[in-house]
């Protein structure tokens, strides 16, 4: 498998909610993010691009178009620009037979959802890119949301640290229960990750009364 650290360069494909907080977070830690595009264009500097810049102008600009910090570049071209990590965080779709083949980053990390389709899935895995699927990558929206949930029923308020803590604690588990799924059944992330999902909602509908 191709290594990964903080210091790998990634680049992003959208700038919204998901895309500019794993931005900022990955910065944070002192990734280098080479590229980012969004609906209005795209920015390359291979030295890094400044994210809190970055934010600054796209909250003026309400684009990443016309920033300083970086070259423009065509927004087609995105996905297959020189990196170690991409982020697709806009659309579905867009992992497919056609960029699949010039995609040149060693891992995949799906945070929007569905981006990679299946021929291109094909073609990512004979090239050795590793892809962490959306159900997984970009599950910790949706188990806040849980949190959220959990908290109302029992009119309960946890602050951010807590939140936080919680979700490191379920991500965690849930990498860790999905890499021994692939490891019992030889099998790629998205599917460990699929076969870990059907069998925990078969298992809870059996123990509910529900049978087919
Ligand atoms: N917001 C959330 O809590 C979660 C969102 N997702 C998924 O992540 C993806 C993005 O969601 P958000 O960030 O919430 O949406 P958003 O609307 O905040 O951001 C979307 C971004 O994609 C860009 N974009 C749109 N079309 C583009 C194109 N053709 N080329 C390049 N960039 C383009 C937009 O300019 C914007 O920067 C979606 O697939 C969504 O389903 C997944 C999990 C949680
Ligand atoms: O806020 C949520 O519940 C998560 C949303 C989500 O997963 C999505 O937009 O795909």
Known sequence: MPSLSWKSSFLHQGFG????????????????????????????NSSGIDITSLLNHVNESRGVKGFSGGDSIDPNSILVEDCDILIPAALGGVINRDSAKDIK??????????PTDP?????LSKKGVVVLPDILANSGGV????????QNIQGFMWDEDKVNAELKTYMTKGFKDVKEMCKTHNCDLRMGAFSLGVNRVAKATLLRGWEA
């Open 17 to 44: 909610n998901v895309g500019s907080w794993a931005a900022q977070l990955l910065s944070e830690q002192g990734a280098k993010i080479v590229a980012v595009s969004d609906i209005t264009g795209a920015i390359k």
């Open 105 to 114: 980053a060693k891992f995949i990390i799906e945070a929007a959802n569905h």
């Open 119 to 123: 021929e291109a899935d094909e073609i």
């Open 143 to 150: 188990t806040v949301s849980y949190f959220e949930w959990v």
